[in-house]
T-cell receptor
């Protein structure tokens, strides 16, 4: 069964360091999403891509977060520099089409910033 | 703005009991979708159901059933004869159209369900 892949599964870093997360969506899925889930809360959308283009990054803290999907397939989310408040689960999801809201989620990367 | 409220933060029931998870939503859209996701301890979100706002029929899938009532803006989820494997955090979500032309999911804060053997 096709799945969304994410790595690493766990990341511990010190504040002010740079971190990067990788996501490989289900093959053929044009739309890719990055979510942040703070402990005890629901996921919140950070950025949405349609192929290689950003559709919505209104909730992405652009002073320290960046995301790219250069070839319209896999994607990288970067934080530089990391802050204590960035500790969270970062979830990647994909869907077949632009307005197809049936999203398939990966296992997530749990980030701890010390 | 769209909002999803899951007032039950944590629920514990004994195995084989039935349990209902509540979800209340707010939206100004006339067309929208409602979702339930399960998040086991491993972390991934598992899709359970999607419901179109025009379809108010209740749905049953095995031990799971969903009650959609537009009049009260609720989309409740019932597990019948609960099992230990049902222990997880359950999220209700609502899709919304954004100014960017996409659809975005707004999640509730989740209900942590613990099934006691």
């Amino acid at each position: 069964e096709a799945e969304v892949a994410q790595s690493p599964r766990y990341k511990i870093t010190e504040k002010s360091q740079a971190v990067a997360f990788w996501c490989d969506p289900i093959s053929g899925h044009a739309t890719l999403y990055w979510y942040r889930q703070i402990l005890g809360q629901g996921p919140e959308l950070l950025v949405q891509f349609q192929d290689e283009s950003v559709v919505d990054d209104s909730q992405l803290p652009k002073d320290r977060f960046s995301a790219e999907r250069l070839k319209g397939v896999d994607s990288t989310l970067k934080i530089q520099p990391a802050e204590l408040g960035d500790s969270a689960m970062y979830l990647c999801a994909s869907s077949l089409a632009y307005r197809d809201n049936e999203q398939f989620f990966g296992p997530g990367t749990r980030l701890t910033v010390l | 703005a769209q909002k999803v409220t899951q007032a039950q933060t944590e629920i514990s029931v004994v195995e084989k009991e039935d349990v209902t998870l509540d979800c209340v939503y707010e939206t100004r859209d006339t067309t929208y979708y409602l979702f339930w996701y399960k998040q086991p301890p491993s972390g991934e979100l598992v899709f359970l159901i999607r419901r179109n706002s025009f379809d108010e029929q209740n749905e049953i899938s095995g031990r799971y059933s969903w009650n959609f009532q537009k009049s009260t803006s609720s989309f409740n989820f019932t597990i019948t004869a609960s099992q230990v494997v049902d222990s997880a955090v359950y999220f209700c979500a609502l899709s919304e159209d954004t100014n960017f032309g996409n659809e975005k999911l707004t999640f509730g804060t989740g209900t942590r369900l613990t099934i006691i053997p």
